[in-house]
Structures are given as C-alpha cells and as structure tokens.
C-alpha cells in the first residue's frame, strides 16, 4: 500500500519539478519581477486617463475631424505621406489615428489607451536599454519606474495628440538598443540595418528623432570607443536622413506659422538667456514636478529686459554641469547623461524662432531618460553600501523611497484628471495664476473652445478676458471682432481690427476682417481698400472678396490697378 502511494505521489514531484523549469525558463528573474510590477502599476495609475474626453481646440478636433482620418474607405496612405498636418510632418502618427478612427469612430478611450500601450512598450524599451548602459539591473529599475510616473510625463500619454511623442520614442528606443547590440557584438551589419531602419520609423514619427546620430556620437563615448574617421562614417546615413526630415519639418512649421520670428523682440543676450531658462525649468520639474500647467508661454519684457528670474536661472544648469565634472568615478556615465539630456531637448529649446510656448511637459519624454540615470546611480550606489547601514537607516531609506513613489503616482494620477476635458485643461491654467501671459492664453483658447461649441456670448467673454491680462493679445482682438461683426456690431468690430493692426502693420487677416465689417456698414470704397492690402499682404480669401464685390460696382479700374500691383511685386 505504501509503495503504492509512493508511486501515485511520484508524477506529482515530477510536475512540481517541471513547473519549475518552466517558470525559470521564462526567466521569473527579480529583475524581470520589477519591471512587471512597474507595468503593471503604471497600468494602474494611467487607467483613470480612459474616461478623458477629445480635446477639442486643444488639437484633438482637428485631428479626429480631418477627412483624411475619418473619411470613408480605406486609410488614405499616400495623401497621408505627403501632406503636413497641424505644422508637422508626423505620418505614422496620422495613420495610427485613422486605424484608431476605422476601429472605434470618435469615441475617445481607444485613442487613450492606444497611447497607454505605446507609454508601457516605451517602459520597457527604456528599462532594457538603461540595464545595458548602467550594468545593472537595480538603477534599470529606478529609471524604468520615473520613466513610468512622472508627472512630466502625463502630457505625452494622456492627450491624445501627442500620440506621435510615444510613437516616435518607440522606434527611437528600439534603435538604440539595436546600436548598442551592434557595439557589443561586433559590428554585424544586421544590428546596423535595423538602426538605421528604427531611425527612419521614428523620423516618420516625430521630427525630435533628428536627434538620433547625436546620441550614437554619445554611446561612442559611453562605451569608450576611439574616435576615428569610421565612427563618422558610420553615422553618415544617420546624418543625411536627420537633415533630410529636419528640412521638412521646417517646411511643414513654415507652412503652419510655427515658424515665426518671436512677438517679442527679444536680443540676442536674451535668447541666450531664455534658453539656458528652459534647461533650468526642466531640471527644476524634474525634482519638484509641481504647478504643472498646459501653458507656459514667454516671459513678458519689462522696460526692454526680462524678469530677473530668467537671469537667475543660469546658476542651476551652472551648478549642475559643476557636478557632474567633479562626479568622480561615474563622471563619464553623468556626461553621457547630463548630453543625452541636452541633445535630445535641443530641437525644442527656445531657439530665434519658436511657437508661443517656451516649454512643455511632454518635450521631457526622451529626454529625462538622462537625467532619471543620474538619480539611479545615487540611488543604486546607496544599495551597494546597504550592509554597511545600520537597520535604523535602511527604514528611513526604505520609507523614503516608498513616499517618493507614492508622491509622484498621487501627482500624476491628478495630473491625468486635469487633462479630461478642454474646460478641465485650460481651467486649470487659469486657476494656477502662473503669469499673466499664462492666462491671457488660457482664457484666450477656452474662448476658442466656446466659439467652437457656437456659444458666441462665452466666447465674447473670455476673448474679454484674455485683453484683460494681454491688451495686445492679437488673435484675440481678430477673434472677438470676428464674433461682434456676427452679433451685428460692425463698428465694435472695426475698432478691434483697427487696435490689431496698429499693433502689426501687416496682419493680413485683420485688414481682410475690417473690410469684411466695413462693407456691413456701407462703406464699400475702404472695404474694398482693406481687401487690396489683404491680398498683397498674401491673403488668398481677399481675392475672392475683391472680385465679388469690388470689380465691378466699387473699383472700375481694379483691373488695372491689380495688374500694376502685380508687376510691381
């Protein structure tokens, strides 16, 4: 009877024993444990992100309304290839959202979701690339993990029209580890291919992935490597296609206004000095990541200079760079950093050109990568010396790490909440009373959003309030003279037309929206007088308006007079 019950018992040992073959041979490692953790909690943290809503004047509209998304019939591949959307050449993204659209129309969370699957693949990518260049698994895990909750980092996930950061970031990441197994494995030309494959990927993206060749300049230096001719001329394609969709993405900014001489006549000195301010700001973020905002615009001159904050800034970036040269034996791990950090940011630094923000949360999504390293390797050099801490201590560390965890993720999960609707979003500008110039956008874009939603005296009032913090707010007075000449109030109209132009002399626009409401009072001669400059000022709807209403009837010698503007231009 015993040897019976011994040979039933006996399959069973051996199950056990192949379970846990099994299970080691799917390689149940800590590491592999942390990460899944980390996956899983950041899953959690997101999830309340999929009962946001479209923001719509907020980009997302824009997108989920263009034809070429939600048209009938199949994905419109090759419109999608070569046309630029909303100033940006971003094709994959595009296409990603057609899929989306195909697949669920204009109900919001698959969109959400779509970019939370892209955020834990980026997670994962990030944690497998810092184990290779940290060697080691524990500060992998501590920058897969801020990589994961930071608040910064909420823009770049839970608005949709960002899909193209995660897109991008994606391919850009898996190239990096391609690049790196090409270092390591002796230069095999498949590993090299694939690189050059994922930068293209990634390139169709986002146009930030023009970084690319400068951070294999860098992993040069990480791993050691002498520089010589082949390290040029290995990243030669790598170059040419960075250059090649830089050139486009420019045209693209041009093509949207983006590309712009700032309002402000900032000198030289003080572009210097607002770009050093934007490097300050995001290493502030990155330790006290709080009065985050969907706006932060230009710091405003006073008397021709900038507010003292801006000047004070360059001692943080000063001190910074200071530590990272005296970092002793990690100093060539904190360069690689600290520069992985600053070339990947570079292409959104505020350069002579720029939009109307100076910077954005989701502009930190590659490049914090950098900086989490550094704080790692502090973390992970205070691991490596736990056995000589007393139990006292390891508590206090053990808790601190806890509570730091615990305030990103509350932070971030609040920050998500912020992003749900464009009242919700542009509320919360408003509400965090960072600068005036903050709120005149603020206001001034929920105004949008109203006029949108056809709620002309809600839109009137906050274009209100947007000249309240900003008198000079151009769009603002063409939007709300747009609005008054609807109500049937030409000559509050003009008047707003006319502070806009005596703001800017060649606001097209504003001359072509006066003529609109000088042409409602009778005054036919000056509306089509506005038109002429409008058009010549490179207006195309002016044409339109000059020859149906002024050819004719108003200007008999328009023809003539039009045929001389043109051999004059």
């Not at 290995?234 to 712009?260: C, Y």
């Not at 956008?441 to 949008?448: E, Q, V």
């Not at 000022?537 to 149906?548: E, Y």
Request: contains cysteine; charged residues 20%.
């Amino acid at each position: 009877m015993s040897r019976q019950r011994t040979d039933v018992k006996s399959p069973k040992i051996k199950s056990e024993t192949l379970l846990v073959n099994m299970l080691w041979k799917l390689r149940l490692k800590p590491e592999n444990i942390a990460v899944t953790l980390i996956l899983i909690f950041t899953f959690l943290v997101f999830s309340i992100s999929l009962k946001n809503e479209f923001l719509i004047g907020w980009d997302d509209g824009e997108y989920i309304t263009n034809p070429i998304i939600s048209g009938d019939g199949p994905i419109k591949t090759a419109e999608i290839f070569s046309s630029f959307h909303l100033g940006m050449y971003q094709p994959f993204a595009i296409v990603s959202f057609a899929l989306n659209y195909k697949i669920s129309g204009d109900t919001a969370w698959p969109y959400i979701l779509t970019n939370l699957l892209l955020h834990l693949l980026n997670i994962l990518l990030v944690f497998r690339l810092a184990k290779r260049w940290m060697k080691s698994y524990v500060p992998a895990t501590v920058v897969a993990l801020l990589f994961a909750i930071h608040p910064m980092h909420v823009e770049a996930v839970a608005w949709i029209s960002t899909r193209s950061s995660g897109l991008y970031s994606f391919f850009f990441l898996l190239g990096l580890l391609v690049w790196d197994k090409y270092l390591e494995e002796g230069y095999r030309s498949k590993y090299y291919l694939l690189a050059l494959l994922f930068t293209l990927l990634a390139l169709f993206s986002k146009s930030m992935a023009a970084t690319f060749p400068l951070i294999l300049f860098l992993m040069d230096y990480l791993k050691g490597r002498e520089f010589k001719l082949r390290l040029i001329i290995e990243k030669l394609p790598f170059l040419a296609l960075s250059v090649i969709f830089g050139i486009v993405a420019i045209k693209a900014a041009a093509s949207f206004g983006h590309l712009t001489v700032l309002e402000q006549d900032f000198s030289l000195v003080q572009r210097f000095f607002l770009i050093v301010y934007g490097i300050a700001f995001y290493l502030i973020k990155l330790l006290l990541p709080t009065n985050l905002s969907a706006i932060y615009a230009f710091p405003e001159l006073t008397n021709g200079g900038l507010p003292n904050y801006v000047y004070s800034a360059v001692v943080l970036p000063v001190i910074m760079a200071a530590a990272i040269w005296f970092s002793g034996k990690n100093r060539r791990e904190f360069i690689f950093a600290g520069l992985f950090f600053l070339l990947s940011i570079s292409m959104v630094l505020p350069l002579f050109w720029s939009r109307i923000f100076i910077t954005a949360d989701r502009y930190t999504y590659i490049p914090y990568i950098g900086l989490f390293m550094i704080v790692a390797r502090y973390f992970n050099m205070l691991t490596e010396s736990w056995k000589t801490i007393n139990k006292s201590n390891r508590r206090m560390l053990i808790a601190a790490s806890v509570f730091i965890v615990a305030l990103l993720s509350i932070a971030t999960f609040n920050r998500i909440q912020t992003w749900e609707t464009t009242p919700t979003l542009l509320t919360d500008v408003i509400e965090k009373k960072r600068s005036d110039a903050d709120m005149a956008h603020g206001y001034f874009y929920l105004a949008n959003y109203y006029d949108g939603a056809d709620n002309a005296e809600e839109a009137i009032k906050y274009y209100d309030l947007s000249l309240s913090r900003n008198s000079r707010y151009l769009l603002a007075l063409n939007n709300r003279g747009i609005l008054k000449g609807k109500a049937g109030n030409p000559i509050a109209a003009i008047r707003d037309f006319e502070d806009a132009i005596s703001i800017k002399p060649d606001y097209a626009e504003a001359f072509y929206n006066r003529g609109v409401a000088l042409y409602q009072t009778g005054d036919q001669n000056r509306a089509c007088e506005d038109w002429k400059k409008s058009l010549k000022l490179g207006f195309k709807p002016a044409g339109d308006a000059l020859t149906q209403y002024c050819r004719k009837n108003v200007l008999p010698d328009f023809d003539r007079v039009e045929a001389g503007d043109k051999e004059n231009d």
